[in-house]
């Protein structure tokens, strides 16, 4: 008796194998289509809401949530390399991430020039594209 599985879905003919599953290359492709997506989400989301805050508060607190936004920017950036390393089969994952995060709140609450809650707000710039781009592609459009 045999059972059914994902290997046996692949139907050989000749030399050549078909198969449902999406290959490597394109899941990569996939990924690395993500990947530019959300960060050009995050850069509009940054730049709307940096130009929101400069017009309702001023220009001192703009640079001060634009410099979280960047470190977003780059935090995203690990993240999607770390991602990458994974599906490429790669077993250890860097904890960079967690420094970068560290010395910007460090950073931001030893200078006097800074404040720490836009800076730490910009910074969660990147959650808030990620939410939006979830619930974009979960909400079914009109075709």
């Given at each position: 008796?045999?059972?059914?599985?994902?290997?046996?879905?692949?139907?050989?003919?000749?030399?050549?194998?078909?198969?449902?599953?999406?290959?490597?290359?394109?899941?990569?492709?996939?990924?690395?289509?993500?990947?530019?997506?959300?960060?050009?989400?995050?850069?509009?989301?940054?730049?709307?809401?940096?130009?929101?805050?400069?017009?309702?508060?001023?220009?001192?607190?703009?640079?001060?949530?634009?410099?979280?936004?960047?470190?977003?920017?780059?935090?995203?950036?690990?993240?999607?390399?770390?991602?990458?390393?994974?599906?490429?089969?790669?077993?250890?994952?860097?904890?960079?991430?967690?420094?970068?995060?560290?010395?910007?709140?460090?950073?931001?609450?030893?200078?006097?020039?800074?404040?720490i809650v836009p800076v730490f707000l910009g910074f969660?710039?990147?959650?808030?594209?990620?939410?939006?781009?979830?619930?974009?592609?979960?909400?079914?459009?009109?075709?």
């Amino acid at each position: 008796m045999q059972t059914s599985s994902s290997a046996e879905s692949r139907i050989v003919a000749g030399e050549q194998s078909v198969s449902n599953e999406p290959s490597a290359k394109d899941s990569m492709e996939d990924f690395y289509r993500l990947q530019r997506q959300l960060l050009r989400i995050t850069a509009i989301f940054s730049a709307i809401i940096f130009a929101g805050t400069w017009w309702a508060y001023s220009l001192h607190i703009a640079l001060n949530y634009l410099i979280g936004a960047c470190t977003g920017v780059v935090y995203l950036r690990m993240l999607s390399k770390n991602v990458e390393r994974i599906g490429r089969g790669a077993i250890r994952v860097s904890s960079g991430r967690l420094a970068l995060v560290a010395v910007m709140i460090l950073t931001a609450s030893q200078w006097n020039q800074l404040e720490i809650v836009p800076v730490f707000l910009g910074f969660l710039t990147y959650k808030a594209a990620l939410i939006g781009y979830t619930i974009w592609t979960a909400v079914p459009q009109g075709d």
